[in-house]
C-alpha cells in the first residue's frame, strides 16, 4: 500500500501566487522527497529532506517536516506558468533496504 | 551522461504476447526500481534490486519478472500480458536506497489489446 497521500489530489492557481501541496505518511522514515512530472515524463527529484530536518529551502521550493505529526508540505513561491505538473511525495523507510514509496500525486494548474 | 534509458517507449501487445523492457543506467548505481503509474494511482513498486544477480517483490509483482544479470541492467518481463498490464511503466535507480535521490527514465507506455 502506499506510504505517502498528497492532499489536495488537484489544485489550480493564478500565475504569482504561492502553491502549497501536503503529504502524510504512516511509518517511520529516513527522509521524505518531493519530485515533480510533467505530463507524459519521467520523474524529477525536487528536493530531500531527513528525518532529523524541519525545513529545507531550495530556490523558490520550501520544504517542511514535522515527524510527530507525519506530514510534509511542498510550498513553491510566486509560482510559474511553467510549474504545471504533477508533484509526488516519496518516503524512504528506517528499515533496511525498503524502496521509495510514492504517493498519488497533486495535479498542479498555474494559469498565466 | 545519459542517466536512465528504457526501451521501447511504446509498445502495443496482444493478450498473451510476451515482451521484455530494457532498463539501463550509466551511473553505476546498485539500487534499480521498477515503477507501473496508472491514472489516479501514483506509483507503485512491481520489482526491485539491490544488486546485480538480486531481485526482490515489490507492491504488484504478479504476472512480472525480473532478472538482474548486469549491474547497469535491469530487465522487466511480461511472460503472458494481459489487458490490466496496461499502464506507463517506470524504471528508477539511486545509489542507495535511504539516503539519495532516484533517477527515473522516460517511461514505457505500453497497451495490452
Not at chain 1, 525536487?46 to 523558490?60: A, M, P, T, V
Not at chain 2, 545519459?2 to 551511473?27: E, H, I, N, W, Y
Not at chain 2, 507501473?36 to 512480472?64: C, F, N, W
Not at chain 2, 500480458?81 to 517511461?107: I, L
Request: hydrophobic share 30%; glycine share 8%; net charge positive.
Amino acid at each position: 500500500s502506499q506510504q505517502g497521500e498528497e492532499d489536495p489530489q488537484a489544485l489550480s492557481i493564478q500565475e504569482g501566487e504561492n502553491a502549497t501541496m501536503n503529504c502524510s505518511y504512516k511509518t517511520s522514515i529516513n527522509n521524505l522527497q518531493w519530485y515533480r512530472q510533467n505530463s507524459g515524463r519521467g520523474l524529477v527529484h525536487l528536493i530531500l529532506i531527513r528525518s532529523n530536518e524541519r525545513e529545507k529551502h531550495s530556490g523558490r521550493l520550501r520544504v517542511t517536516l514535522d515527524t510527530s505529526k507525519k506530514s510534509s508540505s511542498l510550498l513553491i513561491t510566486a509560482s510559474r506558468a511553467a510549474d504545471t505538473a504533477s508533484y509526488f511525495c516519496a518516503t524512504a523507510s528506517n528499515s533496511g533496504n525498503t524502496p521509495l514509496v510514492f504517493g498519488k500525486g497533486t495535479r498542479l494548474s498555474v494559469i498565466a | 551522461n545519459a542517466g536512465v534509458t528504457q526501451t521501447p517507449k511504446f509498445r502495443v501487445l496482444k493478450t498473451g504476447q510476451s515482451m521484455t523492457l530494457l532498463c539501463a543506467q550509466d551511473m553505476n548505481h546498485e539500487y534499480m526500481y521498477w515503477y507501473r503509474q496508472d491514472p489516479g494511482m501514483g506509483l507503485r513498486l512491481i520489482h526491485y534490486s539491490v544488486g546485480e544477480g538480486t531481485t526482490a517483490k515489490g507492491e504488484v509483482p504478479d504476472g512480472y519478472n525480473v532478472s538482474r544479470l548486469k549491474k547497469q541492467n535491469f530487465l522487466l518481463g511480461l511472460e503472458s500480458a494481459a489487458p490490466s498490464q496496461t499502464s506507463v511503466y517506470f524504471c528508477a535507480s539511486s545509489y542507495s536506497v535511504q539516503h539519495t535521490e532516484a533517477f527515473f527514465g522516460q517511461g514505457t507506455r505500453l497497451t495490452v489489446v
